[in-house]
C-alpha cells in the first residue's frame, strides 16, 4: 500500500539556520504530495503542495520539490525563525481515491531563539 | 466562515461509555474525513464521506460509526469506547477536485479510562 516515510525527530535548530526534513513516499499511482504543519493545540494546516513529478512547492519561504525519480519530497528553508516551531507532516493522495491523505509520523521542530 | 468546527475540545470517558464527537463545516464541501492522531504518530483515517448519505471506511474503521445526513455534519460515533481510542480526532473537508486542499478542525482530545 501507500506511505510516506519522515526523518525522525525531534530536531532544533538555532534561529537563522536552514533546514531540511526528508520525507521518502512509496505509491502504486500518481501522487500529488503535500506538507502539513501543526502548530500547538491547533489542527493541520496545508502548508504547500506539489502535483506532479518536477513541481515545486513553496509557502512562507519553506520550499519542497516533487523527485519522482527518487520517490522524495524534502521540505527545505534556508533561514528558520522562532514562530516555524511546530510539528510538520509530509502526506500523499492518490487521484481518483476521494483525496484520502496518507501521513507521514510527523516531524516536531523546534526553533531556539 | 467558522471553517471547520469540532465540539468538544475535550473529553474523558469511562470504558464501555458511548459518545459523539461532532463536525461541521460551512464551506460546502461535498467531501469530509474523520482522522485519529495518536502521540508521536501521524494521522490516520477512521472514516470518510464523499457527500450526504454516502460513507466508507478508512484504515483503522473498527470500534466507530458515522453518517452524513446533510452536507454540513459529520458526527463520529463511539459505541463502547476503549482505551486503546484515546486519541486526538480530528475531522476535515474538502471540496471534490484533483488539487483541492483539506481544511482541518482544531481536534477534539479524547481520553478513555
Known amino acids: 500500500g501507500d506511505s510516506v516515510t519522515q526523518m525522525e525527530g525531534p530536531v532544533t535548530l538555532s534561529e537563522e539556520a536552514f533546514l531540511t526534513i526528508n520525507c521518502t513516499y512509496t505509491a502504486t499511482g500518481y501522487p500529488s504530495l503535500f506538507w502539513y504543519v501543526q502548530y500547538p493545540g491547533e489542527g493541520l494546516q496545508l502548508l504547500l503542495k506539489?502535483?506532479?513529478?518536477?513541481d515545486k512547492g513553496s509557502n512562507k519561504g519553506f520550499e519542497a520539490t516533487y523527485r519522482k525519480e527518487t520517490t522524495s519530497f524534502h521540505l527545505e528553508k534556508g533561514s528558520v525563525q522562532v514562530s516555524d516551531s511546530a510539528v510538520y507532516f509530509c502526506?500523499?493522495?492518490?487521484?481518483?481515491?476521494?483525496?484520502?491523505?496518507?501521513f507521514g509520523s510527523g516531524t516536531q521542530l523546534t526553533v531556539l531563539p | 466562515n467558522a471553517g471547520v468546527t469540532q465540539t468538544p475540545k475535550f473529553r474523558i470517558l469511562k470504558i464501555g461509555q458511548s459518545m459523539t464527537l461532532q463536525c461541521a463545516q460551512d464551506?460546502?464541501?461535498?467531501?469530509m474525513y474523520w482522522y485519529r492522531q495518536d502521540p508521536g504518530m501521524g494521522l490516520k483515517l477512521i472514516y470518510y464521506?464523499?457527500?450526504?448519505?454516502?460513507?466508507d471506511k478508512g484504515e483503522v474503521p473498527n470500534g466507530y460509526n458515522v453518517s452524513r445526513s446533510t452536507t454540513e455534519d459529520f458526527p463520529l460515533r463511539l459505541e463502547l469506547a476503549a482505551p486503546s481510542q484515546t486519541s486526538v480526532y480530528f475531522c476535515a473537508s474538502s471540496y471534490q477536485g484533483e488539487e483541492d486542499e483539506q481544511y482541518f478542525g482544531p481536534g477534539t482530545r479524547l481520553t478513555v479510562t
Open positions: 502526506a500523499l493522495t492518490i487521484s481518483g481515491s476521494a483525496r484520502q491523505l496518507t
Open positions: 464521506s464523499v457527500g450526504a448519505g454516502i460513507t
Open positions: 506539489a502535483t506532479k513529478a518536477d
Open positions: 464551506m460546502n464541501h461535498n467531501y
